[in-house]
């Protein structure tokens, strides 16, 4: 017999809801997909909608301000066409960042 494994995967795109883009949407991303309605798999950026929350909506001022607003709204990936400074590559800086405010 065979098991067949799963994998999900939700897209957020550059959309915005209430003024908020839709990949740093916790209340979107965390309350409603994944715990009303109990999506357990990848929330996949689309192709640069983690710039368009700094270059297009305005809601964050940097790459480290969007990247830690996604993560925190529970987006899993992103999709860039920048391999080298895509906003998620700032996650480091972040946590070191953090690491050097609360030592």
């Excluded at 550059?14 to 357990?40: H, Y």
Aim: with cysteine; charged share 20%; net charge negative.
């Amino acid at each position: 017999m065979y098991k067949l494994s799963q994998t999900c995967v939700c897209t957020c795109f550059n959309g915005q809801i209430n003024g908020v883009p839709s990949c740093a949407n916790k209340k979107l991303l965390t309350d409603i997909l994944r715990t009303e309605w109990g999506f357990k798999g990848y929330v996949v950026s689309d192709e640069m909608a983690l710039e368009w929350i700094i270059t297009g909506h305005h809601y964050a001022n940097d790459n480290v301000t969007a990247a830690a607003t996604a993560v925190e709204a529970d987006v899993s990936l992103e999709i860039s066409p920048d391999i080298i400074d895509n906003v998620f590559a700032h996650i480091g800086s972040d946590v070191q960042h953090s690491h050097r405010v609360k030592s």
